[in-house]
């Protein structure tokens, strides 16, 4: 089984930005599309970004496309997300996954999660 581990978040002020990891373990990601979900208190998991296993196709969710950038370094079996001009409506719980479930460009969920890394943006 894979194991992912997120870092990276952290308290940041508006218009600031942060980087998140997602480190892989127990088999390698290299073959499949990863991806970055984030879920706020009181509302429903959102899909933000995807990759896929090559690094060469990336999807983005409307509310962060042109601001939050994915990419993955294979070799280190490690996804990344750049996060900038945050605003606080991006505060949330942030998860990476594997194995995602659903369409390319939009996917609804994933069988394999992270933990989740906290990110907070103040107004």
């Known amino acids: 089984q894979v194991q992912l581990v997120e870092s990276g978040g952290g308290l940041v002020q508006a218009g600031g930005s942060l980087r998140l990891s997602c480190a892989a373990s127990?088999?390698?990601?290299?073959?499949?599309?990863m991806g970055w979900f984030r879920q706020a208190p009181g509302k429903e998991r959102e899909f933000v970004a995807s990759?896929?296993?090559?690094?060469?196709?990336?999807y983005y969710g409307d509310a962060v496309k042109g601001r939050f950038t994915i990419s993955r370094e294979n070799g280190k079996n490690t996804v990344y997300l750049e996060m900038n001009t945050l605003k606080p409506e991006d505060t949330a719980l942030y998860y990476c996954?594997?194995?995602?479930?659903?369409?390319?460009?939009?996917?609804?969920?994933?069988?394999?999660w992270g933990q989740g890394t906290q990110v907070t943006v103040s107004s």
């Open positions: 990759i896929s296993g090559s690094g060469l196709i990336t």
């Open positions: 996954a594997t194995d995602l479930v659903g369409t390319y460009n939009h996917p609804m969920g994933a069988r394999t």
């Open positions: 127990g088999r390698t990601v290299r073959y499949v599309y």
